[in-house]
Nanobody, 124 residues
């Protein structure tokens, strides 16, 4: 069974940077896109970023465009979300997920396997 393992959350000051990692533990078939979504209290889950299985194609959400980047390691098992110029409104639980088929998607329903989420808190 594949388990999504997220690490790297924490508390950071506004303007700072943080990198989240997500590893698909137990994954052997690498033809999976991976994505990051976030949710804060009282709000719906929001698309953040996604990357195709090869790493060649990415999508970035409008709210974080120009500040966040997504990449994956050469083994295509671990995905990194590098967040910079963080704002208090970036405070949320960040979830990693994978989608079979390889193409990055902004639609959360395309993802079938979700992690537990990590808390990111940006103080003003």
């Amino acid at each position: 069974q594949v388990r999504m393992v997220e690490t790297g959350g924490g508390l950071v000051q506004a303007g700072g940077s943080l990198t989240l990692s997500c590893a698909a533990s137990g994954r052997t078939d690498r033809r999976y896109a991976m994505g990051w979504f976030r949710q804060s209290p009282g709000k719906e889950r929001e698309f953040v970023a996604a990357i195709g299985w090869s790493g060649a194609s990415t999508r970035i959400g409008d709210a974080v465009k120009g500040r966040f980047t997504i990449s994956r390691d050469t083994a295509r098992i671990t995905v990194f979300l590098r967040m910079s110029s963080l704002k208090p409104e970036d405070t949320a639980v960040y979830y990693c997920a994978e989608a079979f088929g390889g193409s990055p998607s902004e639609d959360s329903s395309a993802y079938s396997n979700w992690g537990q989420g990590v808390q990111v808190t940006v103080s003003s």
